[in-house]
């Protein structure tokens, strides 16, 4: 029963097949090198001291006991970092950052901002005794009220967390009170008020969603030589070299030219591997020791001192007329930011009616400090709990005016032409073809089964419907391809491989020279050896570098010709090449495949090597709707998910397998953020559940086979048509599956996680 | 701080020695002392199963075993799973099928299925599932690991070693 499904329209020879992805031997045997693995002589252990405290002042901090410890070499606090003004630098992902907070996230210097804030590090001859030395550093707090929710922090007579944090309005202007809300902004299309009023049906609600952790299984983890010349290396796991080497340079006050980062493999990201937290730190304690120091984080650490991703309040308002055609839309966005502004309200607000064609729509957002870590990015930032509000105002919306909601996706769904809030005219996209394939799915047609009786009459059954937007994003891509005597080609490429890229980017290249994906060896290599390359972010890596790699091939390709027109002593314009084969285009007598020209290049003129660096616009904005089947038992309120089936617009895809992947594991991730994940804290601010037992993840236990449906609508930005995967499929599942509940047992859930205990309240609540 | 203890062993078919301290545990013995990186350390409390190895026949997360328990034991890492000849199926079932995102949590899924066929050459899905529960992985949602499992369960009946 379960399946994957692919609707291509294009096939290539390369691009759309399954080959076994290069890194994977060494992952299969233990051999490949991940952050933590990395071992050199003399490697000092490095441990972090964090704040017990939710919000307080530091007043001193003594580490003379900590020095004293044997085995302890060096003791480090913000001390040893410079003194960062309130500068801002333009980071990528996480758009404008300030400087000092970055800093100060890496180690306090006025006051801690959240339970497990680093104050001090520790490096010494092993992790054991840097542990032992944390609890000989003496640092005196002076506790100050803390504020950990959205709603609270916005209030005037909140504690203030930052002195220098001033409302910024849309128009740049800057407020002259202190305030915990960093920034607030309105985007309007049309008349929205006009559009109400001609509204016949409307619907307006409320949420509440937690925050939640993305949960990567491998911990944050950093290793540092501070070199006798002021040169730095650093091993790291990170989404992206490039990006930790500028910010810890930025961090550390000098040149990015002093830092290489090296990538090692990384155990997972989703967002959360873009902040240096560890990096600096190691770089001065080695700086003090002269020898290489690591540091990796505990599971509490990762937990409690990296970023998770925002909780939030929203409302939805949407108004339809009697034909079902959505005539306004409204939305209310507060997000949590954590313990420095830069919450991703902002995108949340670009992608909450990005599924619809609204005629008229007002949003109006605001980014909150409060006393949790600062957030980071998680899969499709800011756009789950959006949809969340939005996709379960529509269901309502549709048992009120007795529509299918697949019905009313195909009359209101997003067009070409059309526009989201904010966003520019969408060109070809696949939202109306993702929606038909979800109504002639056969999951859709099949009615659901009975319960199984044997847990008496208590479980009910119930099917929901969902869609979802995502931006998706390109950024710069460097790649070199040299080619080999014995006609492969190496790839040298700068993005950090988390899920199979290496071959996803092979496979474009190989397409080009019209080679085998494994006559190609990909290589992530390290800041050094090439061209900037952007973050393993956006669910942009098989978009953007892999147009690096499609031009680079297309290099090679040229010099190809022109070598080949060399050796035949023709015009190169007389020289035609197709599926690996330079030929002469009326002599077939000159022939050469890519191998036998590749043995020849060193004799002929010497090697040839493409290169390409982009940063291509065009990307192509994802379009994803899920189906699943729920099992509600009203005696425990615990939640089953019985049949999922996730359909999605990737454009094309270049390897189906890690597609499917990518949708599968975004679809569990969700499934986990509806059910049961969220951080619990107690009224000191500290979390109680900062383990993996606790926070609760789901396991192979909790789920079926997750189906998929790849729906291809070529994005006509990029040479293969790839709209970007990965983050689009965590999007729906929160709001399809509280419209599965309602469906199982007529109750809205507005707030997640939709936990066994709310299920039950609200059964109760109903006279259940 | 009390001094190193010696600990005999046996990993992956080798009699192998060590000193390690009475607080340092397996995974930190396997790791940090024998260079044997391939088990990994997702949370250091035995919840993740990123650091599973076989001792004397049952599946343990070594987080939670002391180095020195490791005495007179037999041990299999995930270095041990390949032969000489080869990967061993639950490896070219796991590469064929796509299981395996970033890798991290791959070396302890395959050691733990290893226990599992070994014992049991036919599981059921659910079964799979069952065995499983204590591996955690973020990044493929379990599908193609338990496609993996039961396409491995399948080659090794049909040609056994
Ligand atoms: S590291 Fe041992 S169970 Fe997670
Ligand atoms: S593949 Fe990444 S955690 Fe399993």
Known sequence: MASNIVLSTQEYNVVGTRPIRHDGTDKVTGRAQFGADINLPGLLHGKVLRSPHAHARILSIDVSRALALPGVRAVVTSADLPRLSGQVADLEEAAMVTLKYRSDNCLASDKVLYKGHAVAAVAATSPHIADEALALIDVEYEVLPPVFNVLDAMKEDAPILHEDVFTTDMSGEIANVASNIASHFITEIGDVEAGFAEADVIVEREYETGMVHQGYIEPHNATALWHADDNITIWCSSQGQFNIRDQSAQILGIPVSKIKVIPMEIGGGFGGKNTPYLEPIAAILSRKTGRPVKLTMGRAEVFEATGPTSGGYLRVKIGVNKEGRITAAGAYLAYEAGAYPGSMVNIGAMCIFGPFDVPNARVEGYDVVVNKPKTAPYRAPGAPAAAFATETVVDEICEKIGMDPLEFRLLNGAREGGQRIGGPRYLRIGCLETVRAAKEHEHYSTPLEKPISSNGSSR????????????????????????????????????????????????????????????????????????????????????????????????????????????????????????????????????????????????????????????????????????????????????????????????????????????????????????????????????????????????????????????????????????????????????????????????????????????????????? | MPGKVHVQSNINGEDTDFLCEPRQSLLEVLRDVLSLTGTKEGCNDGNCGACTVIMDGRIVDSCCVLGVEAQGKQLTTIEGIASADGLHPIQQAFLENASLQCGICTPGFIVAVKALLDREPKPTEQRVRHWLAGNLCRCTGYDKIVRAVLDASEKIQASPR
């Not at chain 1, 007598?589 to 040839?608: C, D, V, Y």
């Not at chain 1, 999922?644 to 949708?663: M, R, W």
């Not at chain 1, 449906?709 to 930005?717: L, M, Q, R």
């Not at chain 1, 983050?727 to 859930?749: F, H, K, T, W």
């Open chain 1, 460 to 768: 009910r059954r119930g099917r929901g419907v969902a869609g979802g937007f995502w931006i998706t994003a390109s950024g710069q891509a460097s790649a070199v391809a040299g080619v080999n005597p014995d006609g492969t080609v190496s790839l040298i490429e700068g993005s950090p491989d988390i899920g199979g890229s290496r071959a996803v980017l092979a496979m474009q290249l190989a397409e080009v020279l019209g080679i085998a994906a494994e006559d190609v060896r990909p290589m992530v290599v390290d800041t050094d050896s090439v061209g900037y390359t952007s973050t393993t972010t956006g669910s942009g890596v098989a978009f953007k570098t892999g147009w690096a790699c499609y031009e680079a091939a297309q290099d090679v390709k040229r010099q190809m010709i022109k070598r080949a027109a060399r050796i035949w002593d023709v015009p190169a314009d007389d020289v035609a090449y197709s599926d690996g084969v330079l030929s002469h285009r009326s002599d077939p007598e000159l022939r050469l495949t890519f191998k036998e020209m590749a043995a020849r290049l060193n004799s002929t003129g010497g090697p040839i090597a493409g290169r390409a660096t982009v940063n291509p616009s065009g990307v192509g904005g994802a379009f994803a709707v899920h189906l699943v089947d729920v099992e509600v038992d009203t005696e425990t309120g615990k939640v089953d998910i019985l049949r999922f089936t996730a359909l999605q617009d990737v454009g094309k895809a270049i390897h189906p397998s890690y597609v499917e992947g990518q949708i599968q594991g975004g679809v569990v991730q969700g499934i986990g953020w509806a059910l049961n994940e969220e951080y619990f804290y107690n009224d000191r601010g500290e979390m109680v559940n900062s383990s993996f037992l606790d926070y609760r993840m789901p396991t192979s236990l909790d789920l079926p086979m997750i189906d998929t449906v790849i729906v291809e609508v070529a994005n006509p930005g990029h040479p293969y048509g790839v709209r970007g995967v990965g983050e689009m499929p965590i999007v729906p599942p929160m709001a399809a599956i509280s419209n599965a509940i309602y469906d199982a047992v007529g109750i809205r859930l507005r707030t997640l996680p939709m936990s066994p205990g709310k299920v039950l309240e609200a059964l109760w609540e109903k006279g259940c």
